[in-house]
């Protein structure tokens, strides 16, 4: 589907309501693309555990391959054009996993 252009918003106090009467139980944000990092920080702390991106990627992944293939028309050798193309992907990755505050986690 894509990143919602609207601001999504994550009903913080819901979750936390939620994270209370499952205690336990193992919480997955779907679709934590485009949410501002203030609401995935605070999910995380109520108890978020996995924080889904993956729009994010595929956004960083196609711009940056279209990119690389309108320079070069005639190019027809992939490992000449991926490699800014996974740069631009490792690029958010590593920005997430300091947002997500995993850094250095294992």
Do not use: C, W
Not at 31 to 43: F, M, Q, R, T, V
Not at 49 to 56: A, G, P, Q, R
Not at 64 to 69: D, K, M, P, Q, Y
Not at 80 to 102: C, D, H, R, T, W
Request: glycine fraction near 6%; charge should be positive.
């Amino acid at each position: 589907m894509g990143i919602n252009k609207e601001n999504p918003k994550l009903y913080l106090e819901k979750l936390s309501e939620i994270k209370k009467r499952a205690k336990d139980t193992f919480l997955v944000l779907h679709g934590g693309s485009g949410i501002n990092e203030k609401d995935i920080k605070e999910a995380i702390k109520i108890g978020i555990v996995k924080v889904n991106i993956n729009t994010e990627l595929r956004l960083a992944f196609t711009k940056t391959l279209r990119e690389a293939l309108n320079e070069k028309l005639e190019e027809i050798t992939p490992y000449k054009y991926l490699p800014n193309v996974i740069m631009a992907v490792q690029k958010v990755v590593e920005e997430k996993i300091e947002l997500f505050g995993s850094d250095n986690k294992i």
